[in-house]
């Protein structure tokens, strides 16, 4: 959709927005409004068929407001990748800016946003979701909720959760769809989040698993199917919706055992091991070096080593899978 920077309206205020969509974020419902009905496609993308943790929660409750702008009325030069992201931020307001044009600037103290995207980066439909759609709504809810963001994944069965820590290639998304192919639900993927007022509450937005080359060889594939991406890494994954892979979607979870993934552990040692309190508190905070600098780390600190704690050794898919479900019986 065309549109023009006039002196009747410098911030581009007036812009109609005829594309709307209330979607549920971290539990929390977020109204995306936009000028362009493929950006509302891209948040739709991300998150529909997630439920609000309150199931009652209507519309006229909406918690938060992502305002999306496809925006023409710069010159931008076309690039044969988006340019790096460069972020800013403090406690009321952050941004994650890719060009002049292209930025997601998210206003926490009053629960809204702006996006705008340049026809360069609209080529680049998986930056604009995962890079300022994505950014913006997981900032707001986060906020809204007084929670703190982890770099792990969770799956969750009745009353039972895991939660699955490791440096990135360690094998997370690969034991998470094989195990929710043994029932588990997913409730995070990649971010997951703890709220501290609410104990041992997790939430998650169970929307993609993504997968590697190497990782589609080992774990079962029948009826998986997905996307190409490429991450900035310029590794390329295989990225599954995972709404497709069972009707009920759940974001929420109490906490659980911690799964400390060792991508290189020597075969003699046991696949799935006890982690003491010492050694769980140390790669805590090795692993989450941005949620460790949280004023309320501590606490969460307190109550993540609290609960038991175990080194998976990477080994044969399957055994891992087995040992995994009977530690979410209370058999190990």
């Not at 509450?201 to 190409?228: E, K, S």
């Not at 040692?269 to 309190?277: F, Q």
């Not at 704690?309 to 044969?316: D, E, F, P, Q, S």
Request: charged share 15%; hydrophobic share 50%.
């Amino acid at each position: 959709m065309s549109m023009m920077r006039t002196f009747a309206d410098p911030f581009l205020q007036r812009i109609a927005m005829p594309h709307t969509s209330v979607l549920n974020v971290l539990g929390l419902p977020i109204k995306f409004e936009s000028n362009a009905c493929w950006l509302l496609e891209l948040a739709q993308e991300a998150f529909a068929g997630l439920p609000a943790v309150d199931p009652s929660s209507q519309a006229s409750d909406v918690s938060a407001s992502v305002r999306m702008i496809a925006n023409d009325d710069l010159p931008s030069h076309a690039f044969d990748a988006p340019p790096p992201p460069l972020t800013y931020g403090d406690n009321h307001a952050c941004m994650l800016a890719l060009s002049r044009a292209d930025a997601s600037i998210v206003n926490l103290s009053a629960g809204c946003a702006l996006i705008t995207v340049s026809p360069a980066l609209a080529r680049f439909p998986y930056h604009v979701r995962y890079e300022l759609i994505e950014f913006a709504a997981y900032r707001l809810a986060a906020h809204l909720l007084g929670a703190i963001g982890m770099h792990a994944a969770c799956v969750a069965r009745g009353d039972a959760s895991l939660m699955l820590l490791g440096e990135s290639g360690a094998g997370k998304s690969t034991l998470v769809l094989a195990l929710m192919q043994q029932g588990w639900e997913l409730i995070a993927e990649d971010g997951l989040f703890v709220l501290p007022h609410i104990p041992c509450a997790l939430r998650g937005a169970p929307n993609f698993i993504h997968l590697t080359d190497d990782a589609q060889h080992v774990v079962n594939m029948a009826n998986v199917t997905g996307n190409l991406i490429q991450r900035r890494s310029g590794r390329t994954k295989l990225e599954i919706d995972a709404r497709t892979l069972r009707t009920a979607p759940r974001v929420e979870a109490p906490l659980g055992s911690l799964i400390f993934i060792e991508a290189d552990g020597a075969d003699e040692t046991p696949l799935l091991a006890p982690m003491d309190r010492v050694c769980a508190q140390q790669m805590l905070n090795t692993l989450q070096p941005f949620a460790a600098r949280h004023a309320r780390w501590p606490a969460v600190l307190e109550t993540l080593l609290a609960q038991p704690a175990y080194r998976l050794r990477r080994g044969n898919l399957r055994d891992m899978v087995a040992l995994l479900s009977q530690l979410g019986h209370g058999v190990v």
